[in-house]
């Protein structure tokens, strides 16, 4: 894992070229402070640099940039490329051979055996790049095909700047930050900020499964694709899985071992974090069930019981046998980590649950360099519930005028969620186990606002999104750039929210989340369910394979079952997350209403003023839960001080 950044200009004195690059690789250090490089061309007017975190081949041979051995590639590389062994052994069959064991050198001998995008289709792994082809005197850029890597790209004049992270970016002197204000619409509405859009104007994501090819600095290229999630599933629907669900459970369980024993190579301490979920618990289980040792796991608790699953991860540690380590965090230590939030993501992002992320990578990091994570089990094997009330609402109630669901909509929010939550421990012992979920309150909140759905796209996004569009920004129509894909004919409304969220919401949030946590404290996470050909097999599998009735992830829970009993798993499932709700109206109100005061809003210049002290008040006030509408703008706040002022 490493930070990669450089630029293609001609308008910068050539003898800078390495020292703005080593300029702009120096914000990068947390994400690589084992080594650092830089290389250029004097005459094309291209730098590239390098921040190395050694976790294969630990040698000066695995030192970035890297030249091909014919020296026709110069390479940086962010990533982990899983079967280099095999390209390796494939690539010396064809007379190449290897001074190093680092998976960079095979990439290199990759791209000059077979080309950059033919390449970059063999690799199985997690991996952002650029490779300069001296020869024709093209830039590309890469990224892998779920966007477990980032990268940004953009223009600063007839500068091209590209890197791991904005802040390589911001350290280039053509810099020059205007904030993209329909990028922070989308914000409000998602809580991250989608591919291939950023906080500034000119400056984009390169989005996942995509190769950009640039002839010269000024080129306005756009990304092409070499893979696609949508076609992927849209084939494996086409071409379901014949066997038994039986021999599925086997094929399953065979394919994550497989990637799993991948995955689990490295020179360097590795471990897992482990929460007590399916996913994480079947990631940890077939990691044990290969290893000679008990395999490192962390997990961090917390005193809110409705957040804390430490309890059940500790009894699956226990079962596996794993070297367990958990910490109880206090909400003193959660509400530490807020103030480096805009450092940490120096992209405005607000899921609160990246405060317990960084967390557990903190914990982590103390005993190992590397850590196995359970993230996309949910979209690709079925796992969350809005896969269950989607198809209950539009079966329910979808007959219903919209006119109609919008009164019942008005009549469930009549009361607050402070109110439901206490009815519903007054009523407790009379209700059923399915009904005796955490924060009802917030449930039934969130069914009313999804209850006048116009269409199924529309339901979709209210079912994912609990934020719309509450606030409106100065100077910005309602209208919002990013679509979410279309529904497919060849897809049924469930397929199709799943093959959604892994192209939107996992690498927008899920992987950024993780990615950037995990980071800043130099630790590198894989994640073994992004594996394409764990994806690829998913998707041929019939729906009623993933969520059978109610029970969602069907299938991986009976590969887990085969390590794990089920009496350790079944529970209801809980969000990795913080009770923001309570936070902002105690122990962060004071931060909270310096953030949102009327000076500060109307300072930033971006908000609806009086939009934003109304739903502040109703929230102080416990009539209204606005946590997450409120975090967004908070977060913009913070990060607006932080980095703009």
Not at 118 to 139: H, I, N, P, T, Y
Not at 215 to 237: F, I, K, M, R
Not at 286 to 297: A, E, F, G, I, Y
Request: net charge neutral.
């Amino acid at each position: 894992m490493c930070g990669i950044t450089g630029y293609w200009t001609k308008s910068i004195n050539s003898q800078e070229l390495e020292f703005i690059a080593r300029e702009m690789s120096n914000p990068l250090y947390h994400r690589g402070p084992d080594d650092w490089g830089t290389w250029a061309d004097k005459r094309a007017g291209i730098a590239l640099a390098h921040r190395r975190l050694s976790i294969v081949d630990l040698s000066p041979l695995g030192k970035q940039p890297m030249a091909s051995s014919d020296g026709r590639y110069i390479l940086v590389f962010n990533g982990e490329i899983y079967n280099f062994s095999h390209l390796r052994q494939e690539l010396i069959g064809l007379g190449h051979t290897f001074h190093g064991h680092s998976d960079t050198e095979v990439v290199l001998g990759s791209f000059s055996q077979w080309g950059i995008k033919s390449a970059v289709e063999r690799l199985v792994g997690m991996f952002a790049f650029a490779v300069w082809d001296k020869q024709d005197q093209v830039l590309y850029l890469g990224r892998d095909r779920m966007g477990e890597k980032p990268l940004y790209y953009g223009w600063m004049g007839q500068t091209f700047l590209f890197g791991s992270e904005l802040r390589a970016l911001k350290a280039h002197p053509h810099w020059q930050g205007r904030i993209n204000t329909e990028a922070l619409a989308l914000l409000l509405t998602y809580s991250y900020i989608p591919h291939p859009y950023s906080i500034y104007q000119g400056i984009y994501k390169l989005p996942p499964a995509t190769i950009l090819k640039l002839t010269h600095p000024g080129d306005n290229a756009q990304p092409q694709p070499y893979w696609s999630l949508l076609s992927t599933v849209e084939w494996g629907q086409a071409n379901l899985f014949t066997g038994s669900p039986r021999e599925a459970v086997d094929q399953l369980d065979h394919l994550l071992r497989g990637a799993i024993k991948q995955q689990m190579i490295a020179d360097v301490p590795i471990g897992a974090f482990l929460s007590g979920g399916v996913d994480s618990c079947t990631i940890v289980a077939l990691m044990q069930s290969q290893s000679d040792k008990p395999v490192k796991t962390f997990t961090i608790g917390f005193e809110e019981s409705e957040y804390n699953e430490a309890t059940h991860a500790k009894e699956v540690a226990r079962h596996l046998g794993t070297d367990h380590t958990e910490l109880y965090v206090t909400q003193q230590i959660a509400q530490s980590v807020i103030p480096q939030l805009p450092t940490l993501y120096d992209e405005p992002f607000s899921d609160s649950s990246q405060i317990p992320t960084f967390l557990l990578s903190q914990l982590a990091r103390q005993q190992v360099t590397v850590s196995l994570s359970g993230d996309g089990g949910d979209e690709i094997f079925g796992g969350y519930n809005r896969y269950l009330w989607a198809n209950r609402i539009c079966e329910s109630i979808g007959w219903l005028h919209p006119a109609a669901r919008k009164i019942i909509s008005l009549l469930m929010t009549q009361l607050s969620p402070q109110t439901y939550d206490n009815l519903f421990r007054l009523f407790k012992p009379l209700l059923h186990n399915s009904l005796q979920q955490g924060l009802p309150g917030d449930k039934i909140h969130k069914l009313a606002r999804v209850l006048d759905f116009r269409d199924r796209t529309d339901l979709y996004q209210r079912l994912c999104y609990t934020v719309g569009k509450e606030f409106s920004l100065l100077g910005v129509s309602e209208s919002r750039k990013y679509q979410i894909p279309k529904e497919s004919d060849s897809l049924n409304f469930t397929q199709w929210m799943m093959a959604t969220d892994a192209t939107t919401y996992l690498p927008g949030d899920i992987l950024t989340k993780v990615d950037r946590a995990a980071m800043g404290v130099s630790l590198e996470t894989r994640i073994p369910f992004l594996d394409h050909r764990v994806v690829e097999f998913a998707s041929r599998l019939p729906s009623e394979w993933k969520i059978r009735k109610s029970t969602t992830k069907w299938l991986l829970r009976q590969v887990l079952y085969r390590y794990v009993p089920p009496d350790l798993i079944e529970r209801p499932k809980a969000g990795f997350g913080v009770p923001l709700y309570r936070w902002l109206r105690h122990d962060l109100r004071d931060w909270a209403e310096d953030l949102l005061s009327p000076h500060r809003l109307d300072q930033s210049g971006f908000f609806n003023t009086q939009q934003v002290r109304q739903k502040w008040q109703e929230h102080l006030s416990g009539h209204r839960n606005w946590e997450h509408y409120l975090w967004n703008v908070l977060v913009f706040q913070m990060w607006f001080n932080h980095n703009c002022e």
